[in-house]
């Protein structure tokens, strides 16, 4: 397994820089900085809309910023080429596309891709890699069927299947966990509990914040293209943030077992 | 890789995985191939006696055989399964790149704009040859079809609207350019431009013959880059891919190959339209399946010429007639299935 060894020089991480983001005359975010913690787990959280997925698509090369840069390594991603950073970053967008008669094993294949030249398209290696990417996310028992028989949330760790396989220390979620029961969301954010564990560092969009704060050791707010408060999960949810970015009127109660922050939303029916 | 359906074929340091099914597949379609070329070269008045064959492929034949082999039938064969394999190879690639089984190029007008091409260049300026002309107008083509739809190859109902408006202006370019010029070579054009293997000859075989020995292996090593498109442009990239980039070189090499074909054999419809479909259909594999097309596209234009040439009231018909009659009925089809799968 490649895992992270650059902790210590923040200037080596991946980071974005002075960016402008958004979409032919539309400007989702502008003038942002972002240093994603290298060895953490993060958790972005924001409304609909307010420009997550955007970061994340800039972080993995997707999204060309319309000014500023993002860097890896001391770098500026554009000027690497693209398989060079999908060895380093790995990223599953919102809304990836199932080929038709793709099996699940072909798929998963594909997270290798990076490591495979014209002329080398297969290492002795990836077998391995392969099988024990889908262990990991519980899909080897229909390694052989195709893609689109599978049901929503067995595609959904099919694809995370193929990220594991590239191996990066950068692995970029976007909703990892809709589509998914609670049982698989909560298996999930294990593995990425246990991909940081291995010393990866992993930023994942979650929707639901109480899910956020339990199991991400850190958390970034987005509102309207920026980002507006970041820190550990204790630190960062209040009743104010709450209110104000998610326009939720919510009492913040703590976690039982781990003490992370929870919120309860406040019953319009009792007068506080 | 794994148990299930692929192997890796190993030369030295390079290394593919294959799907199995598609090897067995390649394997029938290569049978089938042999045979449709024996029966090709041996039917019929002319045909070559069957016990000659051998010697006469190794050059030892005299007279007529030598006359059926090297002027008639040999170079027209020749042609029909090269043109055949590059029109398959054109469909793949382009069916891949617009995410689409209707965007093929004949679908879209590339066909249609080579021919214009080879119209407009053999008439009017002789002295270029006329394949030249075939790349330059299957390029236009594309282009317009590119520009009038507005967001490029991704919408297929909008990428068949502007190839059909695309086509129709090819035609009328020929129609002018034929109708205004002299009559005799202009009457020559006529069956080239349905799709016609009457009247090649060796240079043809050797024009696309070397027009296949350089797509056919760039299209090889690039189908894996290509396949990763239908994910959608963000995975792709995730995993490595530049998507513009893979799809203007997919798209660059299938108009060279629909233009190399249609400089041959004229703008023969619906091969390179129904070949990836049926190789696809039959493995049941979502890779892009180059050499399956190609040969796929070989049989059905192979066969195809066969039947214009030996099977009574279609009998010396241009080939180019046939493949549209056939080709049209499985246009139907996929159109009536697209629309109800609601991609239309
Ligand atoms: N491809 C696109 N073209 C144009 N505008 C886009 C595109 N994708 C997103 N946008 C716009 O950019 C803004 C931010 O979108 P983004 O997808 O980053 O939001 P998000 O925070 O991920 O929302 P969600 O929680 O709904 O996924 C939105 O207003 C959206 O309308
Ligand atoms: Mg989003």
């Not at chain 1, 860097?71 to 000027?79: A, L, Q, S």
């Not at chain 1, 002795?124 to 052989?144: H, L, Q, R």
């Not at chain 2, 190609?294 to 010396?316: H, I, K, M, R, S």
């Not at chain 2, 049209?328 to 159109?335: A, C, K, R």
Request: proline share 5%; with cysteine; charged share 15%.
């Amino acid at each position: 397994m490649t895992t992270a060894t650059r902790f210590e020089n923040p200037a080596d991480g991946l980071r974005i820089q002075d960016a402008r983001l958004g979409y032919d005359g539309r400007i989702v975010s502008d003038g942002l900085n972002f240093s994603v913690r290298e060895g953490e787990f993060t958790a972005i959280i924001g409304p609909n809309g307010c420009g997550k997925s955007t970061l994340l698509k800039a972080l993995a090369r997707t999204l060309k910023p319309l000014a500023g840069k993002v860097i890896v390594d001391g770098v500026d991603v554009r000027t690497l080429r693209p398989k060079a950073v999908a060895r380093r970053i790995a990223a599953l967008p919102q809304h990836p596309v199932a080929p038709e008669s793709l099996r699940v094993r072909d798929l998963v294949a594909r997270g290798r891709h990076p490591y495979h030249s014209l002329l080398r398209q297969w290492h002795p290696g990836d077998a391995e890699i392969v099988d024990a990417a889908m262990a990991a996310t519980g899909v080897a028992d229909y390694a052989d069927r195709l893609l689109t028989e599978l049901s929503g949330g067995q595609r959904q760790r099919v694809w995370i299947a193929m990220v594991l396989a590239q191996q990066t220390d950068y692995v970029l979620l976007d909703e990892p966990t809709s589509f998914l029961d609670l049982a698989h969301q909560v298996e999930l954010l294990h593995l990425c509990q246990d991909m940081r564990a291995d010393g990866r560092t992993v930023v994942a969009v979650l929707h639901d914040i109480n899910q956020a704060a339990r199991y991400a050791s850190h958390l970034v707010v987005m509102h309207d293209g920026e980002i507006v408060r970041e820190g550990a999960p204790g630190d960062v949810l209040d009743a104010e943030v709450v209110a104000d970015v998610f326009g939720i009127d919510g009492i913040i109660e703590r976690d039982s077992q781990s003490g992370a922050p929870m919120i309860t939303v406040r019953d319009r029916r009792v007068p506080s | 890789m794994g148990r299930a359906v692929s192997t890796v074929i190993r030369v030295g340091r390079l290394a593919f995985p294959v799907h199995r099914p598609a090897v067995l597949f390649c394997l029938v379609t290569t049978a089938a191939l042999v045979l449709v070329s024996a029966l090709t070269l041996t039917l019929g008045e002319l045909g070559i006696p069957l016990a000659e064959i051998p010697s006469a492929l190794s050059g030892g034949a005299e007279g007529t055989s030598a006359f059926v082999l090297e002027r008639l039938r040999g170079p027209r064969l020749a042609t029909a399964i090269i043109a055949g394999a590059l029109l398959g190879i054109s469909g793949a690639l382009f069916q891949t790149v617009t995410g689409n089984p209707l965007g093929s190029p004949d679908v879209i007008g590339l066909g249609a704009g080579a021919g214009a091409g080879v119209a407009v260049i053999s008439l009017v300026f002789p002295l270029i040859p006329s394949s030249i002309g075939a790349v330059l107008g299957a390029g236009l083509a594309t282009v317009l079809v590119y520009v009038c739809t507005g967001r490029g190859f991704r919408s297929p109902a909008r990428t068949i609207i502007a190839g059909i408006a695309v086509a129709a202006l090819s035609y009328a370019i020929t129609q002018y350019v034929v109708s205004t010029h002299l009559r005799d070579a202009a009457s020559q054009l006529a069956a080239y431009l349905v799709g016609s293997l009457n009247a090649v000859n060796a240079q043809d075989v050797v024009v696309t013959g070397i027009a296949l020995g350089v797509i056919l292996p760039a299209a090889i090593a690039f189908s894996r880059d290509v396949s990763m498109l239908e994910m959608g442009d963000d995975t792709a990239s995730g995993v490595g891919i530049d998507p513009n980039r893979t799809r203007t070189i997919a798209v660059i090499l299938s108009v060279f190959a629909a233009g190399a074909s249609v400089a041959a054999a004229g703008p023969v419809s619906f091969v390179a339209l129904t070949a990836p479909q049926i190789a696809r259909r039959v493995i049941g594999t979502s890779h892009v399946s180059i050499v399956p097309a190609a040969l796929t596209g070989a049989l059905v234009l192979a066969v195809a010429d066969l039947a214009a040439q030996q099977v009574p009231f279609v009998e010396g018909l241009p080939v180019g007639v046939l493949t549209l009659g056939v080709g049209g009925i499985y246009l139907g089809y996929l159109l009536v299935r697209e629309h109800s799968k609601g991609r239309l």
